[in-house]
């Protein structure tokens, strides 16, 4: 395979990072992360996504989590806004198998 024209829509990629987190400084670090690997690999057809979950609880959700991930959500539309191409999202943002 031969991408140094770049990567072909046939050939589209999701870089998916796995995580976990618990605190707003992790999501931030989480987005700052996935904002360098895109300046790193910039293509057309190449995509990133935060595939995260929350740790182990007694519960099933607890006090503050919906802030976590609205703020995770935001900083995925943040970086779309930025660097969006007009035509597609780059950036997308899972927490579970909805991806």
């Not at 770049?6 to 999701?14: A, E, K, S, V, Y």
């Not at 987005?31 to 996504?49: D, K, P, S, T």
């Not at 989590?65 to 007009?86: P, V």
């Amino acid at each position: 395979m031969d991408f140094s024209e770049g990567i072909p829509i046939d050939c589209r990629t999701l870089v998916v990072i796995p995580s976990l987190f618990n605190e707003l400084n992790e999501i931030r670090e989480l987005i700052e992360n996935l904002e360098v690997r895109f300046l790193a690999n910039r293509g057309a057809h190449i995509h990133f996504a935060l595939l995260t979950d929350f740790k182990d609880a007694r519960t099933e959700v607890l006090p503050g989590e919906e802030d976590l991930l609205r703020t995770a959500r935001n900083g995925i539309e943040e970086l779309n806004s930025k660097y969006n191409n007009d035509q597609e999202d780059i950036f997308f943002f899972s927490t579970g198998p909805e991806i």
